[in-house]
């Protein structure tokens, strides 16, 4: 079946730091890949999509590309601001499914 | 005012007591969906609608039940609550006709529930 693998957090950084967050799938076919961010009390909001091999989706300075030869779609931020903190998740929907699969979550703590 | 709405965003309960969570939107979606976040798992899918009279069975759905009264407003009850159920309650909407058709999910702020 369908699963997202990320990497493990908590992640903490210092502002203006290199961020990447490793996010992997496993599914049949083409599937449509996610990554959504849980801001502190709040219900996840869309980040970035992207709907095929090699789509780059981009969006607040945050980028992932669609790497279909390693299965993966890697989240990265060249400089991070206090404002990043946040937990993302990474997630799938195949083209012919209702629902989508995430992944655990990744924990972001930016400090000044 | 949110687009999604969550009533309560905060409940504890005991063990055995009947709960039911709402949600209402004014996005004009058709699909709404009830998930349950718990530390390490990411999102897990209890239930989903595609209409008020489309109601389906998600990942685990075992103890829950649900009610779309409208389009506009989708319940999740907890029929007899137990501890293993404590954990933050989203409920999200997308749109699946029309123009609109679109893979994002929009989010609700969430429900935090305690079972004692």
């Known amino acids: 079946g369908n699963s997202v693998t990320q990497m493990e957090g908590p992640v903490t950084l210092s502002e203006e730091a290199f961020l990447t967050i490793n996010c992997t799938y496993t599914?049949?076919?083409?599937?449509?890949l996610f990554w959504y961010v849980q801001y502190p009390g709040e219900g996840l909001q869309l980040l970035l999509k992207a709907t095929k091999a090699d789509d780059k989706g981009s969006n607040k300075g945050f980028e992932a590309t669609y790497r279909k030869e390693t299965t993966s779609f890697h989240l990265e931020k060249g400089s991070v601001q206090v404002s990043d903190s946040a937990v993302y998740f990474c997630?799938?929907?195949?083209?012919?499914?209702?629902?989508?699969?995430f992944g655990a979550g990744t924990t972001v703590t930016v400090r000044a | 005012d949110a687009d999604v709405t969550q009533t309560p965003r905060n409940r504890i309960t005991k063990t055995g007591k009947r709960i039911m969570l709402e949600c209402s939107q004014t996005?004009?979606?058709?699909?709404m969906y009830w998930y349950r976040q718990d530390p390490g798992l990411g999102l897990r899918l209890i239930y989903y609608s595609f209409d008020v009279k489309d109601i389906n069975k998600g990942e685990i759905s075992d103890g829950y039940s649900v009610s779309r009264q409208a389009q506009a407003k989708f319940s999740l009850s907890l029929e007899s609550a137990i501890p293993n159920q404590t954990a933050l309650y989203f409920c999200a909407t997308r749109p699946g006709l029309g123009r609109e058709v679109s893979d994002t999910q929009y989010f609700g702020p969430g429900t935090r529930l305690t079972v004692l």
């Open positions: 996005k004009g979606h058709d699909r």
């Open positions: 599914a049949t076919g083409y599937p449509s």
């Open positions: 997630a799938l929907r195949r083209s012919n499914d209702y629902k989508l699969s």
